[in-house]
């Protein structure tokens, strides 16, 4: 073990002894403003992590506060019993090691909720102004997501410098300089910014746009538009298609469910969520049978992505009809996919590019049946809160739009079902404060049953 090495692992220990003094708002907004620009600075072996991933770890005396809380907040408790899953999926994993890292990297959702909830309960207005905080920062991306589409040079440019493996990854970045990786934001069509990949940019910039919305509701003024224009401009530029939709579709999507739950309740929104849905599939049907149809070139490129993705999902539906239950353990996509190369499919190993699929290939179908709950859980919160007063109503809209951007993106991509790290605290902090807000209601309830009572 090198000298450097050891010296993290002393500043490492020596911050998580010292946590607990350090005020619990210091430590969550650290990590919401530090999860912007990650900050790849701490090599281990091969790997660099990032200061976020250390600063959520140092959330842990809020998790052992909380633990019991959590347990009974549903969608928390959800999520501890998919990481138990996962590390029992372990058994049966080829690779062990992508196992481990993918807990590595889920746990901080679970620390980030606790430290939101539990400040929450005592100042719901302080976790509202931190995330507000990471979504300013994000101007940062967006600006750079604008200025790296317009000049395509000054991106490539940009990647060649030493400062973009502090945003993305020294090796990631590498890779890709050297050819060793390829990615989406060499397409002159597509910026990211500090990613790799347009998509996942655009992705994490409309849950940042939720924020935004979050913001303009609750303080009002012209700053809180102004940062809402310019997130959602980062959004088109990034060249997303599905994230150019999804800009137009949560949005409208959003509204559509606070007039329902008004009106006519849970069932109704979720019918027209399921109709949205539906009218997606037939246009793309629509599209890909007539082709005339789709002659501007968003459109060909939409049906043409969607295309490669269902020669994914094919190869999927192979995997599944073999192990239906199991799944393939961590590193068994990989594995089979290589497999289906020898046997003629043409296609690059990638993977599975849909958040249920990924986490039946790793963790078995228990794993996607508790995705599945987790997101009606997470939506039920978010219907239950607009039935509030105004800053409830205004946090429920928050957590529907950042989900609804998390979720639905997921079905495309390779972000989980937590997010890419980037989304993951802006769902864990909204989350949080949901369940303290929900708390906070029902203690107001039974404290005016004792009253009345009296």
């Not at 790799?196 to 655009?202: E, K, Q, R, S």
């Not at 192979?318 to 043409?346: K, M, S």
């Not at 039935?387 to 991509?413: N, P, Q, Y």
Request: proline share 4%; hydrophobic share 55%; glycine share 10%.
């Amino acid at each position: 073990m090198s000298i450097e090495l050891l010296l993290l692992c002393a500043i490492g220990a020596l911050g998580a002894v010292a946590a607990p003094a350090i005020p619990v708002s210091w430590r969550l907004g650290s990590a919401l403003v530090l999860s912007v620009v990650q900050l790849y600075v701490i090599p281990v072996g091969e790997v660099t992590f990032s200061l976020w991933l250390a600063s959520a770890y140092l959330l842990w005396p809020e998790f052992v506060r909380e633990f019991r809380n959590m347990v009974h907040a549903p969608g928390f408790r959800t999520i501890m019993l998919l990481v138990f899953v996962q590390v029992v999926s372990w058994s049966w994993s080829p690779d062990i090691r992508m196992g481990f890292e993918d807990l590595v990297y889920t746990l901080p959702f679970l620390l980030l909720g606790a430290a939101s909830l539990s400040l929450g309960r005592e100042n719901p207005a302080a976790v509202a102004r931190l995330t507000w905080l990471a979504a300013v920062l994000m101007l940062s991306e967006a600006v750079l997501v604008i200025m790296f589409r317009i000049s395509p040079d000054l991106e490539w440019s940009y990647l060649n410098t030493n400062i973009a493996g502090l945003f993305t990854t020294p090796r990631a970045v590498t890779n890709i300089v050297t050819g060793l990786a390829r990615d989406n934001i060499l397409d002159p069509d597509k910026a990211g910014g500090f990613f790799l990949n347009g998509n996942i940019a655009g992705a994490y910039l409309g849950a940042g746009v939720s924020v935004a919305y979050f913001a303009c509701r609750e303080e009002g003024g012209v700053l809180p538009w102004a940062l809402l224009a310019v997130l959602s401009a980062g959004v088109f530029f990034t060249g997303s298609k599905a994230c150019a939709i999804l800009s137009i579709v949560v949005p409208l999507g959003a509204h559509t469910v606070v007039r329902h739950v008004k009106n006519q309740g849970l069932r109704e929104w979720a019918r027209t969520v399921a109709l949205m849905g539906l009218g997606g599939l037939a246009a793309f049907g629509i599209a890909r049978a007539y082709p005339s149809l789709g002659s501007s070139t968003f459109v060909e490129n939409t049906v043409g992505t969607t295309a490669q993705r269902l020669g994914i999902w094919a190869y999927a539906a192979q995997a599944f009809v073999q192990h239906p239950i199991r799944g393939q353990g961590f590193g068994g996509w990989e594995l089979g996919y290589r497999t289906y190369q020898n046997l003629g499919h043409t296609m690059p190993v990638l993977p599975p590019h849909n958040t249920l699929i990924y986490l039946w290939s790793q963790s078995s179908i228990l794993a996607v049946l508790l995705a599945l709950v987790f997101m009606y859980q997470v939506f039920r919160l978010a219907s239950d809160l607009m039935r509030g007063d105004a800053t409830a109503k205004s946090v429920g809209i928050c957590l529907l739009m950042v989900a609804a951007w998390i979720f639905i993106h997921g079905m495309g991509e390779n972000d989980g079902l937590l997010g890419e790290v980037h989304e993951q605290p802006l769902l864990a902090s909204m989350l949080g404060l949901s369940y303290a807000l929900a708390a906070r209601r029902e203690l107001a309830k039974r404290a005016a049953l004792v009253l009345s009572a009296v």
